[in-house]
């Protein structure tokens, strides 16, 4: 996506003075390179998209259409992934916590769930009990060590007696189908992938049962400009690193084996975060005792990032711009810490636009309806301005509310 003053000052027009760009040729492009990487060295693989780190529709339904699989963690999701034509059998639904009406349905029309505890297996069982004429396809989310310095709460310790009585669970009904072993760490460098895959294969082999996909989970890093990378601790790995990491190991261990699982990840931000970029216009420029200072239409909010300075362009399309050494552009709301950028040196003058990117992640799915409701969502990668999203109203923060 080549962006310009032109294409900038057209879309201002249209569509007002804060506005995000999606690129969804970027994002089938990154989906198709991650499988390969993968592919290539364990054929038999498949990607799940994490839906909640950005769930527009226009994305979910590229992921159906390329093969991948659906990830959700909620009710909120499972409705998603149907209503943009996601097959049950092509959903998974992970999460601590799952409304048991919905479950059941969507076990009965095939879906897997992972389980996240005894209590939830039990669940389960009853509903086994309920609908002896139907598999249910479930998975367990497995909790272990990977020395990343995390005690997770999310799944069952797998050495725990729970495991054990989830097992008995599965085992004790013949309509169970244990299906999907699963896990995830949130921890992105590469150092951990290994412990992940040989985590799960130990436990493969422990309990004696061999499932037909084992899920890494996600926690990948993207893909990112160099001024990004930078300001991370430890190198950023690309798509093959992760690949060797792991689907090595899965290659080695069922080579030339008939009952070889499906090997699957579950990446949000690795799909995603290069594939959206904000755009908002500098709207005053002051200076208070000698901090120079930006207003933008735009908040750290809106692209959730913090504790790095994102990749930022500015695009002149005000008047009289001045070179300001040391500037901060701040965000709309009433939060001192609302800074988008800090120490930026450069010319920039009111009526610009500050174009960010790498904003796809957890940036438009976790913007809350503060202060202002949220700004479009345009496509611009095919050459064309299409809506993706409308801009939010004050009716659609409000009409929830009894006035
Ligand atoms: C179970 C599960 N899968 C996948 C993801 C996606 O992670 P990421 O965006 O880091 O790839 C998450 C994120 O928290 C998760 O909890």
Redesign the pocket.
Known sequence: MKLSVEILDEIRRKYGEAFYLLDSAQFRKNFCELKEAFSAIYPYFNIAY?Y??NYTPRLCKIVNELGGYA?V?SEMEVELALKVGVRPQKIIW?GPIKNPMKMEEFLRQGGTVNIDSLEEARLIKKMAERNPEQILNVGIRCNFDVHDGVLSR?GVDVNSHDFISILDCIKGMSNIMLINLHC?F?K?QIEYWPARAKGMLDLIERIGIMPKKVDL????FGKMEDSLKEQFASPIPDYTDYAKAVATIFAERFKNMPDAPELLI?????LVGDCMKFAGTVKTIKSVRGKQIASVLGSQKNISMSGVNPPLEIFSMGAGQQKYQDIDFVGFTCIESDVLYRGYTGFVASGDMVVISNCG?YSLVMKPPFILPNFPVLDISGGKMEVIKRGETFDDVFCTFCF
């Open positions: 994490s909640k780190t990830e963690v992970n999310f995830h949130a992105r989970g996600g926690g990948l579950e990446p949000g931000s690795a992640s």
